[in-house]
């Protein structure tokens, strides 16, 4: 495959996906339109754009690398993890729309219940979460693009970028919704046809023998660090999911409660294996002696032969993957600043708070540029978001339906998961922690703590704040549902 039909193709389906865009972008009549759609999306639509804003560029890389050193275990939590946000949403999301009715994000639900100061740590986590996404995806698009055709990191950064900023800033969820479609069919195709590649084609030695001789351990019932591994990745990628903005966004435009349920649910069944297969190709990779760098195993597999029809496939997909989860990590941060900006900026009107939220996007863009064109790690600062999201996980979800938790108590709750979870939680080598090495010699812990710290930041980041709620409990003075209805409007 020629570098010139590669830039072809990478400016073709970038510049594409703009025009798209900005053709059936109409201008809203309101910021309500904006942030929700209308509140008229159905069910295939939802199902669709849940999907293709869940599958960015680490699906590819993700799953596959996990298997190299977690094994079976670390694929299935993964799995479970990223598909069973999808039905825990059909519960939440029914209660929001039933208590707050004209809300658009998750956060509005929070100040009502808790108050300022967990909104605000709620508001961290979230926005910290997607910038930290945002930044991952567009390295690893920029880097694949690198592997496959030799373009220059920052060309192909810049390029995603300003084309997807361009027409998510101008037709908000609605118009990433539509995109949604269109790229959930090209992913669909192209997985499909993948999964053929690796499994029916006979071009991929798959072997059980070679598997059980080469990657035996990855697959044993008993390997410990596959427990782990499997409860670390639930843990932390259901936790963060139940805080995605993009999610909430999709929970109050759905235009019924039967309409989300169906969408969630569908969305859940497509994931789910996905991920599954996805993961296996990690372990058929560590059989073929193809791990060296793990992150690359899936194109390992498929690229062996840089074939001209499979290097095109990669790439389409790579691009299609990345630019529809981007619209919708956009969108998330340039809702969230118009939801919750006035509690911090004043400006004149509802409007003027769209063009701030576009401002800060532009600038945070430019960071984004910078840290992806570097081809720098994002996965420990994503770690460290998950982590955040574990430790309000549970006192935030909790007081969605009970009435007995304080916004104090709920604070206490996720500062004391946010400690425990980091005297555990490893440094950049993940050799040690705050406790376990620095504190402590690692020596008087047993080995099933200190070779396993990530796993125990984990736990320990959703059990203590888990205690705390049930401790700190009351009877008296109970908080009144009926608040939220009142006190969150619809935003005109």
């Known amino acids: 495959m020629t570098f010139d039909i590669n830039v072809f193709i990478l400016i073709f389906l970038s510049l594409s996906f703009m025009f798209f865009g900005i053709v059936f972008s ?29 599958f960015g560029v680490w699906i590819l890389i993700g799953p596959a690398e996990a298997a190299t050193w977690g094994g079976a275990g670390a694929v299935i939590g993964y799995a479970l993890g990223q598909a069973c946000p999808y039905l825990a949403m059909r519960v939440f999301g029914k209660r929001l729309r039933l208590i707050m009715p004209n809300g658009n994000s998750l956060t509005q639900f929070v100040y009502v219940r808790y108050g300022l100061l967990v909104l605000k740590s709620i508001l961290f986590l979230s926005l910290f979460y997607i910038f930290i996404y945002l930044c991952a995806e567009v390295t690893a698009i920029a880097k694949i693009v690198n592997l496959i055709t030799g373009v220059d990191l920052w060309k192909t950064s810049l390029l995603i970028l300003i084309t997807t900023l361009i027409y998510t800033l101008k037709g908000g969820l609605r118009i990433s919704i539509l995109t949604d479609k269109i790229q959930f069919i090209i992913i669909s195709i192209f997985l499909l046809y993948m999964f053929y590649f690796l499994f029916f084609s006979g071009e991929v030695n798959i072997s059980l023998e070679l598997i059980e001789s080469k990657a035996g351990l990855l697959i044993n019932s008993k390997y410990f660090y596959g427990y782990t591994a499997g409860i670390t990745f639930f843990i932390a990628v259901f936790a963060t999911n139940l805080f995605d903005q993009g999610t909430w966004q999709r929970v109050f435009s759905a235009k019924s409660n039967n309409d989300l349920d169906i969408g969630f649910r569908n969305a859940f069944f497509i994931v789910l294996p996905v991920i599954l297969i996805l993961g296996f190709c990690g372990i058929v990779g560590v059989s073929l002696d193809l791990a060296k760098n793990p992150s690359t195993i899936i194109f390992s597999l498929i690229l062996k032969n840089q074939t001209l029809l499979l290097s095109t496939i990669i790439l389409v997909l790579a691009l299609t993957l990345v630019i529809s989860s981007m619209d919708t990590l956009i969108n998330a941060i340039s809702s969230l ?20 939220s576009r401002i800060v996007l532009i600038i945070l863009s430019i960071v984004i540029f910078y840290v992806s064109s570097q081809g720098l790690s994002v996965l420990y600062m994503f770690l460290l978001a998950d982590l955040l ?6 006192p935030i979800f909790y007081g969605m339906f009970k009435n007995n938790i304080s916004g104090k108590s709920t604070m206490i709750a996720i500062v004391l998961g946010l400690i425990f979870g980091l005297l555990f939680f490893p440094d950049v080598t993940f050799q040690k922690s705050i406790l376990v090495g620095v504190l402590f010699s690692y ?3 047993p080995t099933w703590i200190s070779t396993a710290l990530l796993f125990w930041s984990f736990v320990l980041a959703i059990i203590i704040p888990s205690i705390t709620v049930f401790l700190l409990k009351r009877n008296e003075n109970k908080f009144n549902f009926n608040k939220v209805k009142i006190l969150v409007a619809d935003i005109k």
């Open 26 to 54: 109409k201008s809203s009549k309101s910021l309500s339109f904006y942030l929700n759609a209308g509140r008229s999306i159905k069910s295939w639509s939802l199902t669709s754009s849940l999907v293709a804003s869940c």
């Open 389 to 394: 999201c574990c430790a309000a996980a549970v």
């Open 337 to 356: 600043l118009i939801i919750e900006g006035k509690k911090f900026i004043h400006l004149n009107s509802s409007l003027s708070y769209l063009n701030f």
């Open 443 to 445: 020596k008087i812990f």
